[in-house]
Each structure stands twice: as C-alpha cells, then as structure tokens.
C-alpha cells in the first residue's frame, strides 16, 4: 500500500513537470515568433509607383532597430567625367630617359671638343682634318640627342619628355613613391579643354580617392577605350599603386562647381543594381529613393537628384529597412 502511494506522487509530480515545462516551451515559441516578427509587414510596408518602398515605423520599431535620421549635407563639386586606366610601367620610361641622359653627356663633350679644336685650328694649332672629324662627331651626338627625344616624346608625349626633372621623377617611380597613371575616356566623350585634375579610385582601396596632377594628353589612343586619354602623376603611395594595376578616375573639368548634397555611405544600399536611400517623410514614415552612384567623395556620396534641401535621410539602419520590404515582398508570393 505504501508503495503504491509512493508510486502514484512519483507519477503526479512527473505529469506536473511535464506540463510545466510544455507550458514554458509554447511561451517561448511565442516570444521568439513575437521577435522574429514584431510588426507584421503588410501592415506597414506598401510598394511605391516605381518599385520603390514606403514603410511605416512605429517609435518603439525605430528605437529597437536604432534608426538614426540626419539632414541632408548641402555641397559643391566641380564637374567630373568618370574614365577608366591603368598605373604604367615606369621601366621603359627609365630605359629612355637614362639612354638620353648618356647622349646628352656625350653631346656635351663632343661639342666642347669640337669648340676647342675650332679654336686652335684658327690659331694654326689644329688640322682640319681633325676638325672636321670633331664636328662631325658633335653632330653625330646631337643627332642621337635628338632622336631620343622624338621617341621620348612620341612614347611618352611632350609633357614627360621637356619636363626638366624627369630624372627625378623616373627615381621617384622607380622607388614607388609615387604613380604615373594614364585614365581614358569612353569613345565619343571629347572634352574641349583639359581637365583641371583628376580623383584616382581603386577598387581593392573601397572607395577612398586620391588627387592626381594632370601632365598632359596621352601620346596615342588606347586601343580598346579609343577615347581621349590623359597622364596623370599621383604623389603619393597611399593606395599602394602598382604597374598594371587597372584603377578608375574621375577628371575634374574646368567649368562650374554643380550644386547638389552629401549623402554619407551608411545611408546608401544597394538593391536590384542601383543605389538607394530612406527618406523620411514623417514621423513614422519612410520612402525608399534611388540616386545615382556616380560621384564618390571623401565624406561620402555627392549627388544632385533624388533627395532635396532639408530632408532627414536614414543614416543607421537603413539595411534593416530594405530587409522588411523583402519581408512584404516574401509574404506577397506565399
């Protein structure tokens, strides 16, 4: 008898675990569905007249996500052309400039040579012979003088081959200290005087930009852009510049600085190939707009469409604003 009653509490306490702990595990299903799914997305995601999103958050939702609004930055840039290059290799360069550093040396020579035998010949100290011989030796030398710099200027354009330091500059290529970069513009884009400069991208570096110095127009046509091509000097290491490395460029034109806005790069997502941002429209309200990645600048995007003087963009948690609209979208094809 004893031990059936032993038997019958070891039983009811059982069953009241059981339904203790079934009772803890639907509350937990329940805050875990509860989380996963706080506001339900039809109910504050609807699609906008050009595939945009329009989203309504309510203050508790904004706070949990940490939604972070900022207004639009007002900024100036001078007008830019996007074109594509490479970092050239120096070596031949170089070669060039140290075969005509040889022949000015010995142009130099033969020519004080020639100048002293003039002189003694005059004075009866000299043969014509070997005048003659020390003239056409000059000659010689000038010519090759000459020719080096016709290839120098034909491989390389005139803003390289007369510059006076290009030793320097050579030493200072060669040592990677800093990059000479030739950037080249799409067929049909022809600009009517030089850029003022250009911001030198390189995809590996994310988004940062350096300045180049414009030294001048490229010697000849790239043979797959076949547009204008320009050479640009970068004075500086930073981007870890190599030869053969395909880098992106935007040069600067001499017009007009276009008036437009600073949109930060926490502000931009990506979807479907463009690039967007959240503006708010209320104090709960959302709009999703596309603007253009064109121009990319220090403190972030620079554009001149999309957004409008005084309006709050979506700083932080724009991403989880595009994830609730994939939300809606999801639920609409269920």
């Known amino acids: 008898m004893k031990r059936t009653i032993i038997l019958i509490l070891v039983l009811a306490a059982g069953a009241a675990a059981l339904v203790f702990a079934y009772r803890q595990m639907s509350k937990e299903r329940k805050l875990a569905a509860a989380r996963e799914q706080p506001v339900a997305a039809t109910a504050r995601v609807k699609p906008g007249p050009n595939g945009e999103g329009l989203l309504t958050l309510d203050e508790a939702t904004q706070k949990r996500i ?37 022949a000015q040396a010995a142009a130099a020579a033969s020519q004080k040579e020639f100048d002293r035998l003039k002189l003694l010949n005059e004075q009866q100290n000299a043969s014509a012979r070997a005048l003659q011989a020390a003239e056409a030796a000059a000659r010689r030398d000038q010519i090759l003088v000459e020719s080096l710099r016709t290839r120098l200027m034909s491989g390389w354009g005139a803003a390289l081959a007369e510059r006076p330091d290009l030793a320097v500059l050579v030493r200072s290529l060669a040592a990677r200290e800093s990059a000479l970069l030739r950037l080249d513009l799409p067929a049909g884009q022809v600009l009517d005087a030089p850029p003022a ?64 806005f600073t949109i930060p790069d926490s502000a931009v997502v990506r979807h479907t190939g463009h690039g967007w941002v959240y503006v708010q429209t209320g104090a709960d309200t959302f709009a999703r707009r596309e603007i253009a990645l064109d121009h990319h600048t ?18 932080q948690g724009a991403q989880a604003l595009l994830s609730e609209e994939q939300k809606y979208r999801i639920k609409m094809f269920e």
């Open 197 to 260: 400069g250009a911001r030198i991208v390189v995809a590996s570096s994310g988004n940062t930009s350096v300045s180049a110095q414009l030294l001048g127009p490229a010697p000849n046509a790239d043979p797959q852009m076949q547009g204008q091509g320009f050479l640009f000097l970068v004075k500086t290491s930073s981007l870890g510049l190599v030869p053969g490395m395909a880098v992106g460029g935007y040069l600067q034109l001499q017009r007009e600085p276009l008036n437009g």
């Open 66 to 102: 940490a939604l972070k609004v900022e207004r639009v930055a007002s900024a100036k840039m001078t007008p830019e052309l996007q074109g594509y290059g490479r970092v050239l290799d120096p070596a031949p360069l170089a070669g060039l400039a140290a075969e005509l550093a040889a």
């Open 298 to 315: 220090e403190d972030g995007w620079f554009v001149s469409a999309g957004v409008a003087a005084n309006e709050r963009v979506v700083v």
